[in-house]
């Protein structure tokens, strides 16, 4: 609870800790903490502390408070929390931050808290004012209910009573058997604004006198600006004014294609730096060829002698950087004035972002505001601070409100990028083709410097580069999980997946051919391995089941599988292929389980799963960021390209029954996918893909007869 001894009245102002209408002048109502809002007109707001981005965590959050409120989720309206850190921190990830697949996990006690203690303060006033036992009150749909006699008071009548208890501690809550709401398919609460256009996103924010910016940055990394011609696009209609920082141009308009056909105008020449030739071929070169010391993040055993005992497989598995690539591009609208600054902006760190504003534009922390909006996409994306930086720069060059508004090609272009990685793994096989012996050594970045805002030591292990495979669902006697760091100038942030997108992909893909390496069925080879892990082993099976797993598919057609417990989860998938002659991959079916806990709303978990999965199918069949003259090579949807409407097969999810404590799901299907997938391939036409996106000239006719390992030692 956000306030340890009595519930804030009217007079406290409440400041910046509440829906959005009663950030700045107080709220008259019962407020009893960061959460819950409740007026005397009726009116009954839910402040969900993660920012929505699209995941349904908005809806999800709101059934958690509604749950032990008491209401039902068709009697309240839900508002975004403003940055408040005393308000609305969580404790996975130690601040106001939405990512990791951690919002359930970090607020399922304290939101369900939250409710049951403003419900028992309702209740609680209902009976003072009845002079009854509160035992013998209940609340339901918004009412307190006093049982012997009848009496009834909506929560609207009850707030001034409510407004004078004591914050109770320690409410038991409700055991799973009697939700009401928590469990039941709800539909989304943003839905009916998002479909007649009301909802606002960080690009709709308007603000009176308000400017806008386009802007040319820096095409290489490190790079600065050298010379600007700006006359012709001063000389342009709409155009106000061109401002400059080290590595960035804008051009402000009276609106923003006035702006942009300004920045068409412009002549800048530019300093590229000492990353001017910095290719993919010499940061794969960096990972291939990586000098230092291994770190050793986790050991099991002897897997060196039982390497040298037995069978021993190596192999190498490489993937890519990675964009975001979210819908909704980079914005944000800032107002610097001497005494205070405003941001609106889409952000999954809003206090971040308000930290590093406060320092850019010289003003106390108090003094700034952030008014985080409906995302857009953010994968990861909105994890990072550098375009509010950005703008944070710019804005402060000017007296008036700035919208600043990237381009596609700058968001891709100019994005924060998921570490690109160089695997060596080895195993040891017994005489039964099973693993005795496993060894995974990861070479990549990190993000830990830029997320943490300070040096990450290099002795130090980044434990997202091995999680996903040092926390695999398979028992191994003898295992051992290692790290070199091999840093570059390129710019990395978090992506959907962190470090279990990664590694997934090659512990899935690795057990894969172990099995058929083996002569094993690739579920069959798993199950012998999951003994110990009922969970895992339950969704495996329910995922073989559902997608007729043996059934015989006729020639270059395969399914492919892949398990993992990953963000507190458990989920197996299976994806069905075809794949033409001509290196075509055709997606025929897919079919997942997931075990995340608590179920809270059955629709929300099958949306994640199945946009999770495409998202990772995309990524696996398309993407991948490279770099050529210090330029990003990519630039908008054509060149990183996401799955199309017409390529999305049959897709069934089943959610396991489950009455542990929820897991994360926004990440969980990504996670899943690209081992899927190829293993599928493999299955389909014998080729082992080892690195990604998929090279379809690997898949042609021609080339299968002589090709199997795609990635060699």
Same mark, same amino acid.
């Given at each position: 609870?956000?306030?340890?001894?009595?519930?804030?009245?009217?007079? !406290?102002?409440?400041?910046?800790?509440?829906?959005?209408?009663?950030?700045?002048?107080?709220?008259?109502?019962?407020?009893?903490?960061?959460?819950?809002?409740?007026?005397?007109?009726?009116?009954?707001?839910?402040?969900?502390?993660?920012?929505?981005?699209?995941?349904?965590?908005?809806?999800?959050?709101?059934?958690?408070?509604?749950?032990?409120?008491?209401?039902?989720?068709?009697?309240?309206?839900?508002?975004?929390?403003?940055?408040?850190?005393?308000? +609305?921190?969580?404790?996975?990830?130690?601040?106001?931050?939405?990512?990791?697949? #951690?919002?359930?996990?970090?607020?399922?006690?304290?939101?369900?808290?939250?409710?049951?203690?403003?419900?028992?303060?309702?209740?609680?006033?209902?009976?003072?004012?009845?002079?009854?036992?509160?035992?013998?009150?209940?609340?339901?749909?918004?009412?307190?209910?006093?049982?012997?006699?009848?009496?009834?008071?909506?929560?609207?009548?009850?707030?001034?009573?409510?407004?004078?208890?004591?914050?109770?501690?320690?409410?038991?809550?409700?055991?799973?058997?009697?939700?009401? %709401?928590?469990?039941?398919?709800?539909?989304?609460?943003?839905?009916?604004?998002?479909?007649?256009?009301?909802?606002?996103?960080?690009?709709?924010?308007?603000?009176?006198?308000?400017?806008?910016?386009?802007?040319?940055?820096? @095409?290489?990394?490190?790079?600065?600006?050298?010379?600007?011609?700006?006359?012709?696009? *001063?000389?342009?209609?709409?155009?106000?004014?061109?401002?400059?920082?080290?590595?960035?141009?804008?051009?402000?308009?009276?609106?923003?294609?006035?702006?942009?056909?300004?920045?068409?105008?412009?002549?800048?020449?530019?300093?590229?730096?000492?990353?001017?030739?910095?290719?993919?071929?010499?940061?794969?070169?960096?990972?291939?060829?990586?000098?230092?010391?291994?770190?050793?993040?986790?050991?099991?055993? !002897?897997?060196?002698?039982?390497?040298?005992?037995?069978?021993?497989?190596?192999?190498?598995? =490489?993937?890519?950087?990675?964009?975001?690539?979210?819908?909704?591009?980079?914005?944000?609208?800032?107002?610097?004035?001497?005494?205070?600054?405003? %941001?609106?902006?889409?952000?999954?760190?809003?206090?971040?972002?308000? =930290? %590093?504003?406060?320092?850019?534009?010289?003003?106390?922390?108090?003094?700034?505001?952030?008014?985080?909006?409906?995302?857009?996409?953010?994968?990861?994306?909105?994890?990072?601070?550098?375009?509010?930086?950005?703008?944070?720069?710019?804005?402060?060059?000017?007296?008036?409100?700035?919208?600043?508004?990237?381009?596609?090609?700058?968001?891709?272009?100019?994005?924060?990028?998921?570490?690109?990685?160089?695997?060596?793994?080895?195993?040891?096989?017994?005489?039964?083709?099973?693993?005795?012996?496993?060894?995974?050594?990861?070479?990549?970045?990190?993000?830990?410097?830029?997320?943490?805002?300070?040096?990450?030591?290099?002795?130090?292990?980044?434990?997202?580069?091995?999680?996903?495979?040092?926390?695999?669902?398979?028992?191994?006697?003898?295992?051992?999980?290692?790290?070199?760091? =091999?840093?570059?100038?390129?710019?990395?942030?978090?992506?959907?997946?962190?470090?279990?997108?990664? /590694?997934?992909?090659?512990?899935?893909?690795?057990?894969?051919?172990?099995?058929?390496?083996?002569?094993? !069925? @690739?579920?069959?080879?798993?199950?012998?391995?999951?003994?110990?892990?009922?969970?895992?082993?339950?969704?495996?099976?329910?995922?073989?089941?559902?997608?007729?797993?043996?059934?015989?598919?006729?020639?270059?057609?395969?399914?492919?599988?892949?398990?993992?417990?990953?963000?507190?989860?458990?989920?197996?998938?299976?994806?069905?292929?075809?794949?033409?002659?001509?290196?075509?991959?055709? *997606?025929?079916?897919? #079919?997942?389980?997931?075990?995340?806990?608590?179920?809270?709303?059955?629709?929300?978990?099958?949306?994640?799963?199945?946009?999770?999965?495409?998202?990772? *199918?995309?990524?696996?069949? +398309?993407?991948?960021?490279?770099?050529?003259?210090?330029?990003?090579?990519?630039? /908008?949807?054509?060149?990183?390209?996401?799955?199309?409407?017409?390529?999305?097969?049959?897709?069934? %999810?089943?959610?396991?029954?489950?009455?542990?404590?929820?897991?994360?799901?926004?990440?969980?299907?990504?996670?899943?996918?690209?081992?899927?997938?190829?293993?599928?391939?493999?299955?389909?036409?014998?080729?082992?893909?080892?690195?990604?996106?998929?090279?379809?000239?690997?898949?042609?006719?021609?080339?299968?007869?002589?090709?199997?390992?795609?990635?060699?030692?």
């Amino acid at each position: 609870m956000s306030n340890p001894a009595k519930a804030v009245v009217a007079e !406290d102002k409440i400041a910046a800790s509440g829906a959005l209408d009663a950030a700045a002048a107080g709220f008259d109502g019962f407020v009893p903490d960061g959460f819950i809002r409740i007026a005397r007109d009726g009116r009954i707001i839910l402040v969900v502390p993660s920012a929505e981005m699209g995941q349904g965590i908005a809806t999800t959050e709101a059934m958690l408070l509604a749950e032990e409120l008491e209401v039902g989720l068709d009697q309240i309206e839900v508002a975004l929390a403003p940055a408040d850190p005393l308000a +609305y921190n969580q404790a996975i990830l130690k601040g106001q931050v939405t990512g990791g697949s #951690t919002s359930v996990r970090a607020f399922y006690t304290p939101l369900r808290k939250a409710g049951a203690a403003a419900r028992m303060m309702l209740i609680n006033a209902a009976a003072q004012s009845w002079g009854v036992n509160p035992a013998e009150c209940v609340a339901s749909r918004a009412i307190v209910s006093h049982q012997p006699s009848g009496r009834q008071a909506v929560f609207a009548s009850l707030v001034d009573g409510a407004r004078q208890q004591n914050i109770p501690q320690d409410i038991p809550l409700k055991p799973p058997r009697e939700f009401k %709401v928590i469990g039941k398919p709800l539909k989304r609460v943003d839905t009916p604004e998002k479909a007649t256009g009301a909802a606002k996103f960080g690009i709709d924010a308007a603000v009176e006198g308000m400017r806008f910016a386009a802007v040319s940055i820096c @095409p290489t990394i490190g790079g600065t600006v050298k010379t600007v011609d700006s006359a012709a696009a *001063l000389a342009s209609w709409g155009v106000i004014d061109v401002i400059q920082i080290d590595d960035a141009v804008a051009v402000i308009g009276t609106n923003y294609w006035a702006a942009k056909k300004g920045l068409d105008l412009l002549a800048v020449e530019w300093n590229e730096g000492s990353n001017a030739s910095l290719s993919s071929a010499e940061l794969i070169d960096g990972l291939k060829n990586a000098t230092a010391t291994p770190i050793i993040g986790k050991a099991i055993g !002897d897997p060196d002698a039982a390497l040298k005992a037995h069978k021993r497989i190596d192999t190498v598995y =490489q993937l890519p950087y990675l964009a975001h690539a979210a819908l909704e591009p980079i914005n944000t609208t800032i107002h610097v004035r001497p005494d205070a600054c405003d %941001v609106w902006v889409s952000t999954q760190v809003p206090e971040i972002a308000r =930290q %590093v504003v406060s320092e850019i534009v010289g003003l106390p922390l108090e003094k700034v505001s952030v008014h985080p909006h409906l995302i857009g996409g953010g994968f990861g994306r909105r994890l990072a601070v550098d375009t509010i930086q950005h703008a944070a720069r710019l804005g402060k060059l000017v007296s008036y409100p700035l919208k600043i508004i990237w381009t596609r090609e700058q968001d891709i272009m100019h994005d924060r990028f998921r570490p690109a990685y160089y695997d060596r793994v080895s195993a040891a096989l017994a005489e039964d083709g099973a693993p005795l012996a496993f060894i995974h050594r990861v070479t990549s970045s990190t993000v830990r410097p830029y997320y943490d805002r300070q040096l990450w030591p290099a002795e130090k292990l980044d434990p997202d580069a091995l999680v996903g495979s040092d926390n695999m669902p398979y028992s191994i006697p003898h295992a051992r999980w290692e790290w070199v760091r =091999q840093d570059s100038p390129v710019a990395l942030n978090w992506w959907r997946g962190v470090g279990e997108g990664h /590694n997934v992909f090659v512990v899935e893909s690795f057990i894969d051919e172990l099995s058929a390496l083996a002569g094993k !069925d @690739p579920i069959a080879y798993r199950q012998a391995m999951l003994s110990q892990n009922p969970r895992a082993a339950a969704v495996l099976e329910k995922a073989s089941d559902a997608s007729e797993w043996g059934k015989p598919l006729p020639s270059r057609m395969g399914r492919g599988v892949s398990l993992h417990q990953s963000f507190g989860s458990f989920a197996a998938l299976v994806v069905e292929v075809e794949v033409s002659e001509q290196g075509v991959v055709l *997606l025929r079916r897919a #079919t997942a389980a997931v075990d995340c806990g608590v179920p809270i709303n059955p629709d929300s978990i099958v949306a994640q799963i199945q946009g999770g999965t495409l998202f990772g *199918l995309s990524a696996a069949l +398309y993407n991948g960021i490279t770099f050529a003259n210090g330029r990003v090579q990519q630039s /908008n949807f054509h060149d990183y390209r996401q799955i199309r409407m017409n390529e999305v097969p049959p897709f069934e %999810v089943f959610v396991m029954p489950s009455t542990e404590n929820p897991g994360g799901l926004g990440e969980v299907g990504t996670v899943s996918a690209p081992a899927a997938l190829t293993n599928a391939i493999f299955a389909a036409t014998g080729v082992r893909l080892r690195s990604l996106p998929i090279d379809r000239s690997l898949l042609v006719t021609s080339h299968v007869a002589g090709q199997t390992d795609q990635v060699s030692q």
